[in-house]
């Protein structure tokens, strides 16, 4: 066989929201205490929900094989997956030894980003169609796999109804770009950085791939602000119901700039706004997020919208208000 990744995830004990968190306090028990086999199974009796020692054994099972924890001569450790995910507890860490070791993540990501909702149905007839095996029939395997995703924080569920969260969406986008889409392999580097000669061919590739804007990133984003512009609040209509917004990218994508397309360098913003970014007549700032507007305007908020989810990288504010911004003196 050539992909003997396990089939399934199994539960842990928590919940979606708790099960990260009883993980992380019994991963750093067994650090500290390297336990026996035994005293692990006593140790989930006695601080988790858990209530059959064979279920309990089923799990243990299942952390070894995501290389969490080791046992060796009944003793237990840290696994080396398990010791680079405490350290920050990175959720990202977390994925990269599910994906090693379990079949269907990078399935699920990728009919996420093509396909925005999905209910765990969805997900189901996706991993059926994706592995033909038994197991994946059941509605078993796929909530598993979103619990999972839920619990790291790349899919949000709401009334059944389950859509990427903007580290979802940028994840996605990136595993994107490894698969070889674009084609060109050297450009998956988010920030732009590559190492080696920069000779004119490769820079003329990509200058062609970054044309190629992530339209999922781009609306997660969009819909994250709800087509609200981070300047004002406005939001420009299509008709009665349906909102729309532009994406500015501070740091903009085409030469001579280069900038990365990632949701960092990224403004939801009004169709007034956009052309006031563009023409150089807005600036923020980095630290405070004070918007400068060149002339009196009483649409512009004074500071700039931020919502928790969106990571704005200060970088290319500065970039923005250095580069592009030419307010007369004040
Ligand atoms: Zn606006």
């Known amino acids: ?29 067994i650090d500290e205490t390297e336990p026996t086999e035994e005293a692990v199974h006593d140790w989930i009796l006695a601080e988790t929900r858990a209530r059959s020692r064979d279920a309990v054994g089923k799990h243990l099972g299942f ?6 924890i080791e046992s060796d001569d009944d003793t237990v450790t840290i696994g080396d997956a398990g010791a680079r995910w405490l350290t920050d507890r990175d959720p990202r860490i977390f994925y990269e030894t599910l994906t090693a070791n379990v079949k269907g993540f990078e399935t699920l990501l990728a009919a996420f980003s093509e396909r925005g909702e999905l209910t765990d149905d969805d997900l189901r007839d996706i991993l059926v169609d994706a592995f033909d095996e038994a197991q994946m029939e059941t509605a078993g395997p796929a909530a598993r796999h979103r619990e ?13 109804v389950n859509t990427l969260t903007l580290t979802g969406a940028q994840l996605a ?30 820079r003329r590739t990509r200058a ?4 190629q804007r992530d339209q999922s990133l781009v609306d997660t ?32 994508l085409g030469a001579p700039h280069d900038g990365p397309d ?26 405070s997020l004070e918007i400068t507007h060149a002339y009196a305007d009483a649409e512009t908020n004074a500071t700039l919208t931020v919502v ?10 500065r970039y923005h208000s250095q580069e592009r911004v030419e307010l007369g003196e004040s």
């Open 148 to 160: 999972w995703l839920q619990a790291l924080g790349f899919v949000a569920r709401d009334d059944g």
């Open 208 to 211: 062609v791939t970054r044309v």
């Open 262 to 287: 990632v949701t960092a360098n990224m403004l939801v913003v009004c169709p007034n706004h956009h052309a006031d970014l563009d023409h150089g007549l807005v600036a923020v700032d980095p630290e």
């Open 173 to 202: 986008s990136e595993q994107r770009a490894e698969m070889g889409e674009p084609p060109d392999a050297d450009d998956s580097a988010p920030d732009g950085v590559r190492s080696g000669g920069d000779t004119s061919p490769t």
């Open 1 to 29: 066989m050539t992909d003997d990744r396990r089939m399934t995830t199994d539960r842990f004990y928590g919940g979606v929201d708790g099960r990260l968190d009883i993980l992380a306090t019994l991963l750093n028990w």
């Open 308 to 317: 928790d989810e969106h990571e704005l990288g200060a970088a290319y504010l």
């Open 221 to 252: 984003l969009k819909s994250l602000y709800a087509n609200r512009c981070q300047l004002c609040g406005d939001r420009r209509q299509y008709d009665q119901t349906t909102g729309f917004s532009h994406v500015h990218h501070l740091q903009p």
């Open 63 to 68: 952390i070894a094989a995501l290389e969490l």
